[in-house]
């Protein structure tokens, strides 16, 4: 069976500063892994995606995120945050070609300080 | 840029009414998906559709709940009769596929007094 564990449910960075968003997973077969953005009143939006190939995933907003097998972790980071990061971000899982659900991690809510 | 658009955003309503929202999904999308979201449960998934046909509604209590897509640029999520408890925003997304990534609308904004 598929989860998702995301690490924090708070993480508070200096404007600026590096941002790493932690995420585990588990799964049976290869998955699919993204990650998600909500701003408040908002529905989620996609920030990345991995199916197969590089490991190195680049999304919008100069986020990117690293699939490495070997810890089952799918970590988002931004090199330098930005006020207008602020907002809930989600970790999400799927079995891959021919699975049937898409499992959510609980969130973590970026703060970002000026 | 195409969007799910979903009505109403906000609902308030007394408990022991019905309760009906609707989603209109992207065009060409054959999957659609229910959320729930709370501060306790956080995105819960009540129920998905794929091609209009129900594939999973385990996430949604059966006695009250109730998804249907009477066509294909039509789901609804229908509430009767309402509690408190069902006080939540509802979310509907689509997507090409079941493990593809999900468009979400702006949800539905749901208050039971």
């Known amino acids: 069976a598929q989860s998702v564990t995301q690490l924090g449910s708070h993480v508070s960075v200096s404007e600026g500063a590096l941002v790493l968003l932690r995420c585990n997973y588990s799964s049976s077969v290869p998955p699919y892994l993204f990650w998600y953005v909500q701003y408040p009143n908002q529905g989620l939006q996609l920030l990345l995606k991995y199916t197969t190939g590089a490991t190195l995933v680049k999304g919008i907003n100069g986020f990117e995120a690293e699939f490495k097998k070997s810890e089952t972790s799918f970590h988002l980071t931004k090199p330098s945050a930005h006020m207008s990061d602020a907002a809930e971000y989600f970790c999400?899982?799927?079995?891959?070609?021919?699975?049937?659900?898409?499992?959510f991690g609980a969130g973590t809510r970026l703060f970002v300080k000026a | 840029d195409a969007r799910v658009t979903q009505t109403p955003r906000h609902k308030v309503t007394e408990m022991g009414q019905e309760v009906t929202m609707r989603c209109q999904p992207i065009?060409?999308?054959?999957?659609v998906f229910w959320y729930r979201q709370t501060m306790m449960q956080g995105l819960e998934l009540l129920a998905y559709f794929r091609n209009r046909a129900p594939l999973d509604d385990s996430g949604m209590p059966k006695d009250r709940f109730s998804a249907e897509m009477p066509d294909a640029t039509l789901a609804t999520l229908k509430i009767q009769p309402s509690e408190p408890r069902d006080s939540a925003v509802y979310f509907c997304a689509s997507a090409t596929g079941s493990n593809q990534p999900q468009h979400f609308g702006d949800g539905t904004r749901l208050s039971i007094l």
């Open positions: 065009l060409g999308h054959n999957t």
């Open positions: 999400a899982v799927s079995e891959g070609p021919g699975g049937f659900k898409t499992i």
